[in-house]
């Protein structure tokens, strides 16, 4: 017979171990709802700005053509146009967020290609069959945009990629992470029951067995009970917004990547953690997400300040496709968004109009919310009146900063002169 504690401690690691299945059920529902359907592509034509506020840390750097796909009734072929030299990549996760195939310029190359995706109890077998762990799955794709003028060939791609299946139901109405316990666990209970975990998540399924998410009944638990979840839920919510920044320390200024980011494997604390902050991030050998530390709490920047990122000549960024330094607003509740702006710039990086070196090769970035003057404007990073976080994006990052050899300058404040 289960006590109060493990209870409470099943309560806890339920509510970690499914908050990723909430956290793509909740845009998925939220598609749904304004009229997108499910097994088809929805293509963001524009460059998000500071309005978006659907996925966390969004980029200003590529398009993003998204797609729910449900696998129960039969496979999907994915066709990819040609993209030639243009960064592409199509990023296929399952229903925890463990992108299990990346499709594009690292893997497949530009020549574009029909994959079938099938679920994991299809038979179907081939050279381009791709098997889903779940039948549930997010297929995500960015499309590098070099500014304004490429934005019709970046659409052209999107127009080009499709998906062609069998028709998909109406996805359930899924309870957000804020949702009461009961109804939160409801909905997880529904999603375990569609997307099975793998075996090797046996040993934590079994602790989380006194909630009995198999069929999950919040009337059944007597008041001592339904406060013991309670506690575990509030100490699962507090763990998983501090834990994104206890995994990674800052080294010379920086966070870099776990090796797990993007396929968790038994990293649950980590998964959950990323589910909030960098939701559908890439793993590593795709595309590195480094955070750089301010001087507030929560490791965000003051805004009245000025701040500067320099690059020596001869250790400028090694990567073998481009990057970029966004700035975001960072939310109570561990999300960052973009802030707005006067000159309406969310990121800055190699390809930047207007971005300078220094005549001895070096690069600086002025970042603030205090315009930097004119010789300074095209290396500007403006930010607005509220503290900010940034976050550098390296795509496709050459061996020495995959793995470690090459460490990014600090972010210095500049004093006024």
């Not at 129960?72 to 199509?90: A, D, H, K, N």
């Not at 763990?239 to 649950?268: C, H, K, N, V």
Request: glycine share 10%; hydrophobic share 40%.
């Amino acid at each position: 017979m289960s006590t109060l504690t493990d209870l409470e401690q099943a309560a806890q690691l339920a509510w970690t171990f499914t908050l990723p299945l909430i956290e793509v059920a909740s845009p998925r529902t939220a598609a749904f709802a304004g009229g997108g359907p499910m097994n088809a592509f929805a293509h963001g034509r524009d460059l998000v700005d500071h309005t978006a506020r659907e996925i966390t840390t969004p980029n200003n750097d590529t398009l993003y053509s998204s797609a729910h796909v449900d696998l129960s009734q039969g496979p999907v072929t994915i066709t990819i146009p040609p993209t030639g030299e243009r960064y592409f990549s199509l990023a296929l996760m399952d229903a925890y967020t463990n992108n299990f195939l990346i499709l594009g310029t690292r893997t497949t190359g530009g020549g574009g290609g029909r994959y079938v995706l099938v679920g994991p109890r299809e038979s179907r077998v081939g050279p381009d069959v791709i098997r889903a762990p779940t039948d549930r799955v997010w297929a995500l794709a960015r499309i590098l945009v070099d500014g304004e003028h490429d934005l019709p060939a970046a659409r052209a791609v999107q127009d080009g990629l499709t998906l062609q299946g069998p028709a998909a139901g109406d996805p359930p109405p899924c309870a957000g992470r804020d949702a009461p316990w009961p109804e939160y666990f409801a909905a997880a209970a529904r999603l375990l029951a569609a997307n099975p975990p793998p075996l090797t998540d046996g040993v934590i399924l079994a602790r989380m067995a006194p909630l009995g998410l198999a069929g999950f009944d919040a009337a059944r638990f007597s008041a001592e009970e339904r406060e013991a979840i309670g506690r575990g839920v509030a100490r699962a919510q507090a763990m998983s917004l501090r834990s994104g920044l206890r995994r990674g320390s800052f080294i010379e200024g920086w966070t870099y990547p776990y090796a797990r980011l993007g396929d968790f494997g038994q990293e649950y604390d980590y998964r959950a953690s990323v589910a909030i902050g960098g939701l559908a991030a890439l793993p590593p050998e795709e595309a590195m997400y480094m955070r750089a530390k301010g001087d507030l709490p929560r490791a965000l920047f003051d805004t009245a300040a000025q701040w500067r990122l320099h690059f020596p000549a001869e250790r400028l960024l090694p990567v073998n496709s481009f990057w970029s330094l966004t700035l975001y607003e960072g939310t109570d509740d561990g999300q960052f968004f973009f802030a707005d702006n006067p000159i309406g710039r969310y990121a800055i990086g190699d390809r930047t109009p207007g971005l300078t070196y220094n005549p001895d090769g070096s690069l600086d970035i002025w970042i603030g919310r205090d315009h930097p003057g004119a010789a300074r404007l095209g290396n500007w990073l403006p930010a607005s009146d509220q503290p900010f976080a940034l976050f550098l994006r390296a795509y496709l990052p050459k061996p020495e900063l995959l793995h470690g050899g090459y460490l990014l300058p600090p972010v210095e404040r500049v004093e006024p002169s």
